[in-house]
């Protein structure tokens, strides 16, 4: 009798968990998103009043990480429908098929009207009399106000933010505007005539020597990367010294700024020793310094060109 009883009981554990949909996972693509679009959407929680971590968790559930038709054509990332929007419009097939949603010229837009279509829609109003350190109240309420139809939909939120740790954000007091401004800036594109890539999701912008890079992934051109990341061609090509139609390498940095006269103060007394194949242009790139300003502190070098094992200054 009792091995029935817990048999009885780990079925219905199983049944009530496959109801719940599949257990969430870590994904490097929702990873990616949050890094990218945290600072866009902390400036918006302190706009409006709405958490981060909601505005991140149903930005990355209704966007596909960015990678849905409705955020690659019309940078929408949060399903919005037309409902009177007297903007750019795409069709899409949702409940029905060829409805109407609204498109926006850049992700940031689509940021922001996510917090104005909530701010301004009565049946959400009970929700900014909540803590915006209140996920869950947010999550539930905007189930209850009927903002998705699933109704797993506020579960599902509470296990992205909880995953992800996307909380942390509801507390912050300030943001990189920077990020803010430029992460909003573009949609991701495939390049033309390219071969397609291998991972379509946004590349990981990452933060080093008071600058901005990301990874160069097989494909990316400085015009498909300008058009995603907001930052012009000319511009990147310029912070990279480089030219604007100028052949991108995999594994290669971009920078997103003009890049720094030195490297890290902990490099003060510690040079970068030459490895094989490497050029002084190579060693300015990975710790996104200005090849003038290396080249001037290594004038010996520099001149006679660069040899296996050589100590080459970077700060």
Same mark, same amino acid.
């Given at each position: 009798?009792?091995?029935?009883?817990?048999?009885?009981? &780990?079925?219905?554990?199983?049944?009530?968990?496959?109801?719940?949909?599949?257990?969430?996972?870590?994904?490097?693509?929702? =990873?990616?998103? !949050?890094? +990218?679009?945290?600072?866009?959407?902390?400036?918006?929680?302190?706009?409006?009043?709405?958490?981060?971590?909601?505005? @991140?968790?149903?930005?990355?559930?209704?966007?596909?990480?960015?990678?849905?038709?409705?955020?690659?054509?019309?940078? *929408?990332?949060?399903?919005?429908?037309?409902?009177?929007? %007297?903007?750019?419009?795409?069709?899409?097939?949702?409940?029905?098929?060829?409805?109407?949603?609204?498109?926006?010229?850049?992700?940031?837009?689509?940021?922001?009207?996510?917090?104005?279509?909530?701010?301004?829609?009565?049946?959400?109003?009970?929700?900014?009399?909540?803590?915006?350190?209140?996920? /869950?109240?947010?999550?539930?309420?905007? $189930?209850?106000?009927?903002?998705?139809? *699933?109704?797993?939909?506020? =579960?599902?939120?509470?296990?992205?933010?909880?995953?992800?740790?996307?909380?942390?954000?509801? %507390?912050?007091?300030?943001?990189?505007?920077?990020?803010?401004?430029?992460?909003?800036?573009? &949609?991701?594109?495939?390049?033309? *005539?390219?071969?397609? /890539?291998?991972?379509? &999701?946004?590349?990981?912008?990452?933060?080093? *020597?008071?600058?901005?890079?990301?990874?160069?992934?097989?494909?990316?051109?400085? #015009?498909?990367?300008?058009?995603?990341?907001?930052?012009?061609?000319? $511009?990147?090509? #310029?912070?990279?010294?480089?030219?604007?139609?100028?052949?991108?390498?995999?594994?290669?940095?971009?920078? @997103? #700024?003009? $890049?720094?006269?030195?490297?890290?103060?902990? !490099? $003060?007394?510690?040079?970068?020793?030459?490895?094989?194949?490497?050029?002084?242009?190579?060693?300015?790139?990975?710790?996104?310094?200005?090849?003038?300003?290396?080249?001037?502190?290594?004038?010996?070098?520099?001149?006679?060109?660069?040899?296996?094992?050589?100590?080459? +200054?970077?700060?």
């Amino acid at each position: 009798m009792r091995r029935y009883f817990l048999l009885l009981i &780990s079925l219905l554990l199983w049944l009530t968990q496959s109801a719940a949909g599949p257990a969430m996972k870590w994904n490097q693509a929702y =990873q990616d998103y !949050f890094n +990218r679009y945290k600072d866009l959407a902390i400036q918006e929680m302190l706009k409006y009043g709405i958490p981060a971590s909601i505005t @991140l968790a149903q930005g990355v559930l209704e966007s596909g990480a960015g990678r849905s038709d409705l955020s690659v054509r019309g940078n *929408n990332h949060f399903g919005i429908k037309c409902h009177g929007w %007297t903007g750019r419009t795409m069709t899409h097939d949702d409940d029905e098929r060829g409805e109407c949603f609204r498109a926006y010229d850049t992700v940031q837009e689509s940021f922001e009207d996510h917090s104005l279509f909530l701010r301004g829609r009565q049946r959400y109003s009970s929700l900014f009399s909540l803590s915006r350190t209140d996920y /869950r109240g947010w999550a539930h309420g905007l $189930k209850r106000a009927g903002y998705a139809t *699933n109704p797993h939909y506020a =579960q599902r939120l509470i296990d992205i933010i909880e995953l992800y740790k996307l909380y942390q954000y509801d %507390t912050a007091k300030d943001y990189d505007r920077f990020m803010a401004e430029h992460s909003g800036s573009g &949609s991701v594109s495939v390049p033309e *005539n390219t071969a397609p /890539r291998v991972d379509m &999701s946004l590349h990981q912008i990452h933060e080093y *020597n008071e600058n901005y890079y990301i990874e160069v992934r097989r494909g990316d051109t400085f #015009k498909s990367l300008a058009k995603e990341l907001g930052v012009s061609r000319r $511009k990147l090509a #310029k912070y990279n010294e480089r030219g604007k139609n100028d052949q991108l390498h995999a594994g290669e940095r971009i920078w @997103l #700024k003009k $890049k720094q006269k030195r490297a890290p103060r902990n !490099f $003060k007394n510690r040079p970068h020793r030459v490895r094989s194949r490497e050029s002084l242009y190579d060693i300015a790139q990975k710790y996104g310094v200005r090849l003038k300003s290396i080249v001037r502190k290594n004038r010996k070098i520099a001149e006679r060109g660069l040899r296996l094992g050589d100590e080459v +200054r970077i700060y």
